[in-house]
């Protein structure tokens, strides 16, 4: 199918506008470093916790799932006055944001309660209670965003961050070996059975203890986030991603999970204390498993949603690169080395505009 068609088969779908909202958000939410102002009122590292934590990753949230759950539950698509809804409470969080982000939070926490319950809604409605765990995820994520200021300094970023690995764990873990699948029957390969269900249950919990232990910055980090990182490292190896790599788009979704165990394992080291911050245990999950995820998993959806899964948009192999780059030059400013933490903002905000721009067609902005 061409590109023209492909679009017009996606038009006025709910991830076209959040998609777009999410990634101008994600750009300006590194502005601090790049162009070294931000409003008056708050820091820089507010700024930019706030615009991703509780702006961009909500947009991508609610662009996916709006999009996806007719699918989910065989149920009619959301309607587009719902969707404008959403997205007016949305865009009232940022605006509020740029002047008051006490303010903000509460907004912030009703638009993703709001896209909960239209998830829960129609997944008890359509008896898909597979997909629960999505809503549980979704409410956790709304507490961290409305979690009043009085509680230890970085609670809210430990419990947002928790939430959000949870949703790639759920999320990320059908795309991945679900879009894998695909792309080896297309080049005549069978797809082996994943690990046994007891196995993915093992990985679930193991990665709740680990993930609850370190948002608690409670005793015991070391042996659970050891024991969670093999576990989720096996689960990305029992997806058989060697088989992907002539597709950068899926390259991209695989390399994101893989920050999941990475993180789980530099925290074993700082556990250990071994020289490795808490704050690059935090940045391998926030620009390593987050933000490359947002990244890979808006690209696969427009494709999907335009019937061209696997195509490669021009610009597309320039927004991937800056895109993967960013988490490990993020990391290396830990080390204090000099202009990683600039070129790791440049490298997030040019990834993100380059989605826009290398997929304006499937995101119905242009002709």
């Known amino acids: 199918m061409t590109t023209t068609n492909g679009c017009a088969a996606c038009a006025s779908q709910p991830f076209q506008i959040f998609f777009v909202l999410a990634a101008g958000t994600a750009a300006a939410g590194v502005q601090p470093w790049l162009i070294g102002s931000w409003p008056v009122g708050m820091t820089a590292a507010v700024w ?6 509780f702006g961009m990753v909500p947009g991508v949230l609610a662009g996916f799932l709006l999009t996806a759950l007719p699918r989910w539950t065989r149920s009619p698509p959301v309607p587009q006055r719902v969707v404008r809804v959403l997205m007016a409470l949305w865009l009232a969080g940022r605006l509020v944001h740029l002047w008051s982000p006490g303010m903000a939070a509460p907004i912030a926490a009703s638009f993703i309660l709001s896209v909960a319950m239209l998830v829960a809604v129609r997944v008890v409605k359509a008896g898909a209670m597979r997909e629960i765990k999505v809503v549980f995820l979704l409410i956790l994520l709304a507490m961290a965003a409305a979690a009043p200021d009085v509680m230890p300094a970085d609670f809210r970023l430990r419990l947002a961050l928790a ?6 764990a759920v999320i990320g873990g059908r795309i991945a070996p679900a879009l894998t699948a695909s792309y080896s029957a297309l080049r005549g390969a069978q797809f082996a059975r994943q690990l046994p269900h007891s196995a993915e249950v093992a990985a679930a919990l193991s990665l709740i203890i680990a993930i609850g232990l370190w948002c608690f910055d409670a005793d015991g980090q070391g042996p659970a986030s050891l024991a969670a990182a093999v576990l989720q490292a096996a689960r990305l190896l029992a997806w058989r991603p060697w088989r992907v790599t002539g597709q950068p ?4 979704i695989h390399l994101a999970y893989a920050w999941i165990p990475l993180g789980l394992g530099l925290n074993v080291l700082r556990s250990a204390g071994l020289g490795v911050s808490d704050n690059a245990v935090l940045h391998a999950w ?3 498993a987050i933000g490359a995820m947002c990244l ?8 999907r949603q335009s019937r061209q899964a696997f195509s490669r948009p021009a610009g597309s192999l320039a927004m991937f690169f800056a895109g993967v780059g960013a988490a490990p030059l993020r990391l290396l400013a830990e080390l204090g080395m000099p202009f990683q933490l ?8 040019s990834a993100f505009l380059l989605f826009v721009a290398s997929y304006r ?3 119905g902005l242009a002709r």
Do not use: D, N, T
Request: proline content about 0%; glycine content about 8%.
């Open 48 to 53: 930019h916790r706030e615009m991703l934590l």
């Open 163 to 168: 939430a959000i690995l949870g949703l790639i």
């Open 342 to 349: 600039q070129l790791a903002a440049l490298c997030w905000s």
């Open 296 to 303: 890979a998993v808006m690209a696969s959806m427009a494709r």
């Open 249 to 252: 788009g899926l390259v991209a």
């Open 361 to 363: 067609r499937y995101l």
């Open 286 to 288: 926030a620009a390593g």
